[in-house]
């Protein structure tokens, strides 16, 4: 499976939302390899074992995964108004996922060293 292939599986009503970050993450995330980990979409740096972002639908909510704690940190004030557990932040409607969050979050990682993933 491919990212294209798990987005024809999805929802409509979530689809819009799933690409839309698809493509963010494809843009803002140059040289990263876009895989399928743990049946989800996730990107990782060439050479690294372990991706650093991930994207999935899930039941109840659309879900981003951000794993690197050190970014995480640097945006802590901005999550806190968000559904988020230790690495995921949750987007129950589709219509209120904030892109212009996602897209900061994708170039501090594309601009982090590697570094220490949770």
Same mark, same amino acid.
């Given at each position: /499976?491919?990212?294209?292939?798990?987005?024809?599986? %999805?929802? @409509? *009503?979530?689809?819009?939302?799933?690409? +839309?970050?698809?493509?963010?993450?494809?843009? @803002?995330?140059?040289?990263? @390899? @876009?895989?399928? &980990?743990?049946? /989800?979409?996730?990107?990782?740096?060439?050479?690294?074992?372990?991706?650093?972002?991930?994207?999935? !639908?899930? #039941?109840?909510?659309?879900?981003?995964?951000?794993?690197?704690?050190?970014?995480? $940190?640097?945006?802590?004030? +901005?999550?806190? *108004?968000? $559904? /988020?557990? #230790?690495?995921?932040?949750?987007?129950? !409607?589709? *219509?209120? %996922? $904030?892109?212009?969050?996602?897209? $900061?979050?994708?170039?501090?990682?594309?601009? &982090?060293?590697?570094? #220490?993933?949770?």
């Amino acid at each position: /499976m491919d990212a294209v292939t798990y987005l024809a599986a %999805v929802p @409509e *009503a979530r689809r819009e939302a799933l690409t +839309r970050l698809r493509e963010l993450c494809l843009s @803002e995330l140059p040289g990263f @390899e @876009e895989v399928i &980990a743990y049946g /989800m979409p996730a990107y990782v740096r060439p050479g690294e074992p372990v991706g650093e972002i991930a994207w999935a !639908n899930q #039941k109840q909510y659309i879900s981003f995964y951000l794993l690197r704690t050190d970014v995480r $940190d640097a945006f802590a004030d +901005r999550l806190a *108004a968000h $559904d /988020m557990g #230790k690495a995921c932040l949750r987007f129950r !409607n589709p *219509a209120k %996922v $904030d892109f212009g969050l996602l897209r $900061d979050l994708l170039r501090a990682t594309a601009s &982090a060293a590697p570094g #220490k993933v949770c």
